[in-house]
């Protein structure tokens, strides 16, 4: 059994020589398509008088799945979107961590581009995706214990996205709460700094495409040790770059 992809009494379904860690890294351009889906998903709720300011975070994220798959995906509306180039945006994807082990809570949602290519690739199709968590960061959400110590740290620890080497945070942003004046700050406390294994601290990406507007912040990106043994020998995990999109829901 050990020869299989296995952990413990869990199997990938393949042999090791079928996978190689990590997986191939996501470019940029796909890391912008998705933030640009996300935008006008947000843009489409608020043009439909969905309450933003008021909702629940898995009311806003379930509604923001809507658009996204129903909507978006299907009519093509943001150019690269398509069913032809992406697969079924999924909300919970249930999936293991690296000990091959479910864990209680899943990904919001997993956007996954199509493989049109006629040779096998060498991944774990179920880890390969841009994973995504979702956190509301306002006064009854502190960046602490909401968006840092239940999100963030979970692409951090291997429950999520031990595969890749890109992930995504989402924050529904009300109050006045900002990624300078909140966010890194907190990340810099010398416990959760050390907690989120921070090598490097959030930071626009500085361009154009991704930068602030009345209704979000520009797209910012953290750097993550992550260190956790792969599974089947393959070595430790690398450094994880997490990707920060605040949409302002007031």
Known sequence: ????????FFTFGVPPERY???HPPLNLPVILLIRRVLVRAFEKLAERRFPLATELEDRITEQLFNVIENDLRQSGEVKGFTTRAYDRV????QVTDYTGFKVAKTPDLSFKLRNDESEPRLVLSSHEALFVECKP??????CASDYCDEGLLRFVNGHYAWAMEQAL???????????DKHLIPTMKESTRKATLKVLEMPKPLG??????????????????QRGFPW???????????VYHSWHRCE
């Open 1 to 8: 059994m050990s020869g299989i992809g296995t952990v413990g």
């Open 169 to 179: 945070m989402i924050g529904y942003v009300r109050h006045g709460r900002t990624i």
């Open 207 to 224: 361009l154009k495409s991704v930068a602030a507007s009345n209704v979000c912040e520009a797209l910012h990106v953290s750097k993550h």
């Open 20 to 22: 190689n860690l990590p």
């Open 90 to 93: 999924v909300r919970h994807a």
């Open 137 to 142: 960061v306002d006064s009854n959400h502190p």
């Open 231 to 241: 599974p089947d020998c393959k070595g430790f995990a690398t450094d994880i770059f």
